[in-house]
């Protein structure tokens, strides 16, 4: 699974499909599994494969699921260079904005990430 960013296409990727997307312009290409529940609650889960170096952390900034644009949420460390944050019982809107920072102070370059399914799978550029 890719994330890739390229000007304002998003492309969708579930298990057997690919389907691209057009979306506004300050949206970047997420890949996502799992299919979307018609209900509004669930859980949203960001998984971005990115080795940072030693001893550095991944942290999380958005607009939604109680992230913030000001200070970051620290994503949890899966191995070397896969990292994972997760919002339960999201109970307002699925889709949402956010970046990744290292040690919550260098942004991934590039356009914001959209989540927009369940589990979303990124590829952060430092």
């Known amino acids: ?13 579930k298990e057997a499909t690919s389907t691209n997307y057009t979306s506004r312009p300050s949206t970047a290409k997420v890949t996502s599994t799992g299919a979307s529940k018609q209900n ?11 080795d940072i170096g030693f ?12 992230l913030s644009w ?16 997760e919002c339960k019982d999201v109970a307002t809107r699925r889709h949402f904005e956010f970046k990744v920072l290292i040690n919550d102070e260098i942004w991934s370059t590039g356009e914001n990430y959209v989540a927009i399914d369940e589990n979303n799978e990124i590829l952060p550029v430092f």
């Open 1 to 13: 699974m890719h994330a890739l960013k390229t000007g304002s296409e998003k492309s969708v990727t």
């Open 40 to 50: 509004n609650k669930g859980s949203v889960k960001i998984i971005a494969k990115a």
């Open 55 to 66: 001893g550095n952390r991944l942290y999380i900034r958005g607009d939604g699921c109680g």
């Open 70 to 85: 000001n200070k970051g949420m620290e994503m949890k460390s899966i191995d070397d260079s896969h990292w994972q944050w």
